[in-house]
């Protein structure tokens, strides 16, 4: 109980102005997992809302470990922009029900739109030409894990479309700040594509791997297992087709740090978000699948 009433105090102070997230290493606890939950979860900017964050933290400590919390709903309400971006999403899905084709996803998706005053950002006509004739929808947010995907499918997003078409691809914050490996994130994956069939039951799926990056030598590990793993349950699937493109990022089977955006940046950060050739590159090798799966 000594525990949990440090981190709500914990959480409760985090929500303060100026608050130095060095605090974290003087809130102690009796198991390096406790310790590493709080260095992990709060100590990112794009961290996860406050109940997902008391959960993952006080489940080793309260034998519900059984819950795997990538392939529940848990949404992000509480950041301003993430609720707003929701509702542009619930409003794009209402003034165009004839969409036959939704991306849904993370950043990486949500990137698709991204232009810029360098050639390099100038993602969106890529996405004009391969995907604008099919009346597309966007349904990409930054930051968003497997549960933050399943909570936005159960709360409307798909309410009255009915697509040929979801492009699937999440997975690559589950091995973030969350630290959820693929013995978590597989399920979550299955999770949403399972929500999907029930909202869009008409719907044809495209599930993406997870894209390859450069952050950690874990995340990679965990990214290739991921991938093989999703390989194997879908190989069969009359209902899911599972693309793995991360080699066309790759050079000799390693990410090449020039088809990302993010090693561009001021200052540089991990490359993990493809540029415009990176996704021009995506967009090429799953291109016949997309046809076909549009007839």
Avoid: C
Avoid at 44 to 71: D, G, S, Y
């Amino acid at each position: 109980m000594r525990l949990v009433k440090q981190a709500f105090l914990f959480l409760k102070k985090r929500k303060q102005k100026n608050f130095d997230f060095s605090e974290a290493v003087q809130v102690k606890s009796s198991t390096t997992q406790i310790k590493k939950s709080f260095l992990l979860l709060f100590s990112k900017k794009e961290a996860l809302p406050f109940p997902a964050l008391l959960l993952a933290m006080l489940l080793p400590i309260t034998a519900q470990a059984a819950v795997n919390l990538a392939a529940v709903p848990i949404g992000r309400m509480d950041l301003p922009w993430w609720r707003a971006r929701f509702e542009h999403t619930l409003a794009e899905a209402r003034a165009d029900r004839g969409a036959k084709l939704v991306w849904l996803g993370d950043s990486i998706t949500q990137y698709w739109l991204r232009t810029g005053d360098k050639p390099y950002l100038q993602v969106k006509p890529v996405w004009d030409r391969y995907y604008g004739k099919y009346d597309p929808l966007n349904f990409g947010f930054i930051g968003d894990t497997t549960s933050s995907v399943i909570w936005r499918i159960d709360h409307g997003e798909f309410d009255g479309l009915h697509p040929k078409l979801v492009i699937l691809m999440i997975g690559a914050n589950n091995l973030g700040a969350t630290h959820w490996g693929a013995h978590l994130t597989v399920p979550g994956i299955e999770a949403v594509v399972n929500d999907l069939h029930r909202h869009v039951p008409g719907a044809k799926i495209l599930l993406l791997g997870i894209l390859p990056s450069i952050r950690s030598a874990w995340i990679s590990a965990e990214t290739t297992k991921i991938n093989r793993e999703l390989a194997q349950v879908y190989a069969h699937s009359r209902l899911v087709t599972f693309r793995n493109v991360g080699s066309v990022l790759e050079v000799d089977g390693k990410p090449l740090a020039s088809l990302y955006v993010d090693p561009r940046m001021t200052p540089p950060e991990p490359a993990l978000h493809p540029d415009a050739t990176g996704m021009r590159r995506i967009a090429r090798a799953i291109a016949p699948a997309v046809t076909r799966l549009m007839q």
